[in-house]
Every structure is written in C-alpha cells, then in structure tokens.
C-alpha cells in the first residue's frame, strides 16, 4: 500500500522542508515587530495624548500559523481621537504622520502610506512591517474598526479575541491545528499560481478548520486530515454557514444569504467572506474535489514515483516525498 510511499511521516518532512516558517526566522520578525511596539509604548509615555494607542502582532505571524513564504509582518494600530479621518486615503497619510513622530530614528520615507495599510521598511534585512490601522472608540476588550485589507472598508472586530480563538484550539490539539492549517494553507498558494482569480483568505481556512476541529476531526494523520478537509469542502460545495459560540449565541448571529456565510467568531454581524461570489465559492469547490482525488489516488497507487506526482498535484513540484 502506498501509505509506505507517502503517509504522515513524509508530510511532516515536507512541513519542515517546504511549508513552515523557520522558527529562528520567525523569532527575528517577531521580534521586529516589538521593537516597534516598544518605540510607541515609549512614546506614549511621553505623549500621554498621542491618537495610536497601542500596536499589537496580527495575522500568521501571531498565529504561529505562517509559511515559509511569509512577505508581511501584520501589525495592527489602534487610532482614536477626534480629528482621525475616515476617509481611507486621508487615515493611511495621518497614521503615517504619527507613525514618523514616534519612530523619529527611522527616514520619513521608511514608513510609506499604501492603500489600506502603512509599510515601515526596514533598512538592510528584515521584512517590512505593514501596519494596519484599526479605529478605537476605548472598547475594554480591544474591539474596533479594522480597515478591511480587501477593500478597505471598515469592519468591527477584536483582534487578541481572534488570537484567544485560535490559540485555544490550537491548545487542543497541540502542533497538529496550526500544522494542518499551513498545509492547507500551501495548497491555497499552489492554486492561486494555477487557476485565474483563484481566492480563498487564509482566515477562511482557518475558521473551516476550527469547525471541522470543534466537530471531532482528528488531526494527528496529515494526509488523513488534510482528506478531511477537501472532503467538507466539496460536500458543503461552501455554502454550509460556519458559525462559532466561544463569544457569542449561534443564534444571535445574523443570516447574509451571500454564497459563502462564515461569520467572524468574535462579531455576529460581520461575515468574514462577505464579498466572495458563487463563481469564486465554486472554484474553491473545484480545487478541492481536485486535491481530494488526488489524495485517493495516492493513497492507492502501487508504486513510490506515481504517488508523488499525485501528492504534487497538491502541493505542486516542491512535493519531492
Ligand atoms: N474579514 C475579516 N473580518 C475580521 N477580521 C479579519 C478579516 N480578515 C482578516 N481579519 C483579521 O486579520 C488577520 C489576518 O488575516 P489574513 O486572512 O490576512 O491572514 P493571515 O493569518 O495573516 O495569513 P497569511 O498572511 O499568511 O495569508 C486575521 O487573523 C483576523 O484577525
Ligand atoms: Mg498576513
């Protein structure tokens, strides 16, 4: 059986190899983002008043949920204050105004306004840190108003309770979660190159694979989970609404009727994949039904170099078994 060939073992080689986020590299930009959060704690202690209130490590990175291919430190900045503008072009020049008073060792052109988010490129190595600016109204629990990296519209939302959620599911099933998400993760990247106009965001994957974990999915057998994974896809063809109750009742939460419904688990009234169309919803499809065949066929095939080519028909070339 070619289990032999290519089973737990070898995807956990390929995580290793290919997949993962090194961690001595993922330590050096975690801890560049620190160094900048402390730079504004500074400050703030000297300007008591200042509109950024506090910056704090979002996204994968945070998550411990990050690829190899990792081209972003996510930052997130709280803003309040009175005179913050709400018009999107105008919130990127006023955060990165405040941002060159706070960081005044850094060049003014080393913190760029983008079009949803600030960069601060650092010089010589480094990734730059994209500083992402949430509006904050003094929510105690840290909720407020995240410009959406999409479309830059506003949504509310908590990001250390999005932390909470995924660091409490990942304390359930240790290593395996975030390992399976980063797999999976990889497999969304390797669609992207291939198919036109292919989306599917990483906090997407995420909450579908939080579901399926809530549900008693097993995530200990790599090519068994990642099965699991495609299967649900294709079996709900995306349109079962997810839905979470670690903040609030199921049924408190607000029906959309767009294609894909997954709610965001810390708001009831945001829908995470708001903008996404039948037609992307169908392609995700697709891709699955793809990557589940190929499973089956490699957990079936006799020899050691055809289950390969099928496991690259998941992961691409970089597949080597
Ligand atoms: N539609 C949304 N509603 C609420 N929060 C969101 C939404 N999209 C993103 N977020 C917040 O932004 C964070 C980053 O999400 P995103 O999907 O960009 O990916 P990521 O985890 O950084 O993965 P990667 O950058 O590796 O693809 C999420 O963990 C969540 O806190
Ligand atoms: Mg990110």
New binding site residues.
Partial sequence: MSIDHVGHAELVKFAIDKVNLPRDKADKFRAQARNLREKLKGYLKEHPDFALRKMLL???LA?G???RT?NDI?VACYISGSDVPSDIDDLMEYLAERLRKAFPNFKPEQVQPKTYCVTVSFAGTGLDVDIVPILYDGDPDWYGN?V??DDGSF?R?C?PR?LEFIRKRKSLAEKDFAQVIRLA?YWVRKEKRERDNFRF???MVEMILSKMLDDGQDFSDYPEALQAFFSYIANSGMNERIVFDDYYLKSKAEVFGTPIEII?PVNEE?N?SQLYTQAQADDIVDAALDAGDAIDAALRCPTKQDTIRHWQRVFGSAFQG
């Fill in positions: 979002s996204g994968s998550k949920t990050g690829l990792l996510d995240l959406n990296q949504l939302t990001v999005h993760k965001k990483s906090f965001d945001n995470v």
